[in-house]
């Protein structure tokens, strides 16, 4: 049993199956269409519980070799590292994401005090931006118009930013 397939398959009661059979049997006939799409992955807690129930079930008789069990535990051990590097990358995410929000919030602020000009309704308005909303990452501008109403502009919506003359 030193072939590559076997590291992929588990013997119960003498009878080899393999990691796919064994959890569709498992987890019943009636969800076995359910129950490949979700086990066709292993998680840590799958990959350890089906490494016991190999070393359970193997016949004392024709036990497995080592060099097999090692070769399970390094890939447990990858499969480990590669959900804690995983982790990582979500919090390096989130602080990028944060980060990004910061920049946005100081870049518009930059503007307060500016004279900026855009587009409404087939309009250029002009105006004094006051403030700056930020929502879900994008950053609208409250500016007072020479109307004397004020309007949330987005940022993106600018088509000139300061007096030009």
């Not at 089906?50 to 024709?62: E, G, H, I, S």
Request: proline content about 1%; cysteine-free.
């Amino acid at each position: 049993m030193s072939d590559s397939t076997s590291l992929n398959t588990i013997t119960v009661d003498g009878v080899t199956k393999t990691v796919s059979q064994y959890n569709a049997e498992k987890a019943g006939a009636s969800s076995t269409s359910s129950s490949s799409a979700s086990n066709s992955a292993l998680g840590k807690d799958a990959f350890l519980e089906l490494l016991v129930t190999q070393m359970k079930y193997q016949d004392p008789l024709d036990p497995q070799d080592n060099s097999e069990y090692l070769s399970q535990l390094a890939q447990f051990s990858a499969l480990e590292q590669m959900t804690n590097v995983a982790e990582g990358l979500t919090n390096v995410s989130s602080t990028v994401s944060g980060i990004s929000s910061i920049l946005t919030a100081s870049k518009a602020s930059g503007l307060i005090g500016q004279t900026v000009s855009w587009e409404q309704d087939k309009t250029t308005m002009t105006g004094t931006v006051e403030g700056v909303k930020m929502k879900d990452d994008a950053a609208s501008l409250v500016v007072k118009a020479t109307d004397g109403k004020t309007y949330t502009v987005s940022a993106s919506d600018l088509t000139v930013i300061g007096k030009l003359e």
